[in-house]
């Protein structure tokens, strides 16, 4: 199921309950998990969808800038993934949920999970194209992969962040993530590149609407 649109940028669409902010698009209204600076200038209208097959060469640009503009980010390095055919791009996103953000139609920003072996949902690959940061779309990524881990039945979301990566790191702390402790190298095969860290946010469980409480249990 799409995920609905998000019209920003036009303050008066927009509603405050508590610290959540709601912004409205058409009929419908998108939940943000944080309240953006005052000062925050939003794109004028963005659609987060996730990627299909087809649009591989969507997911291929986007991963190739992203390489470019940020090589210490990732542990993946621009001519390795220059090399890649279509099939391999395709490959990729057949065992993955790659998400885009589109400002009017045009990608800048994107993000994908990979189903973990214990159950968790691992984000990676977030990156947003320079003029877009700072106006909360990497937030409404974030958004979208901890809503689709818990539709896949996940009550944890993990990401791996670079040592440097300061503002990385307050992102997903502003969406729950916490450090855990574990770090490994960006890359094995090159460990002068650095050390990443784990961040992981931990959801509780889902309650069915059906379930029957204990007696004396209050919800």
């Known amino acids: 199921m799409p995920l609905p649109s998000c019209r920003a940028g036009d303050l008066s669409n927009q509603s405050e309950t508590d610290d959540i902010l709601y912004v409205r698009s058409g009929g419908s209204r998108s939940r943000l998990s944080y309240r953006p600076a005052a000062d925050t200038i939003l794109p004028a209208m963005v659609d987060i969808a996730r990627l299909g097959e087809q649009e591989w060469n969507v997911y291929r640009d986007l991963r190739l800038a992203s390489l470019q503009e940020a090589p210490s980010a990732f542990g993946s390095q621009l001519a390795a993934e220059r090399d890649r055919t279509e099939a391999e791009w395709r490959d990729r996103l057949e065992h993955r949920t790659q998400f885009v953000a589109r400002e009017e139609g045009r990608p800048i920003a994107t993000v994908g ?14 990156w947003v194209a320079p003029p877009a940061r700072g106006t909360g779309v990497a937030d409404l990524l974030v958004d979208a992969v901890v809503a689709e881990a818990r539709d896949q039945g996940c009550e944890t979301t993990v990401v791996w962040v670079s040592e440097a990566n300061e503002p990385a790191e307050r992102l997903y702390v502003r969406h729950g993530f916490l450090r855990t402790g574990r770090v490994k190298p960006v890359d094995v095969d090159h460990p002068v590149r650095g050390v990443e860290f784990e961040m992981r946010r931990v959801d509780p469980p889902r309650r069915h609407p059906w379930a029957v409480l204990p007696r004396g249990k209050a919800p």
């Open 113 to 126: 999970c990979l189903a973990e072996a214990e159950g968790a949902v691992e984000l990676v690959s977030m």
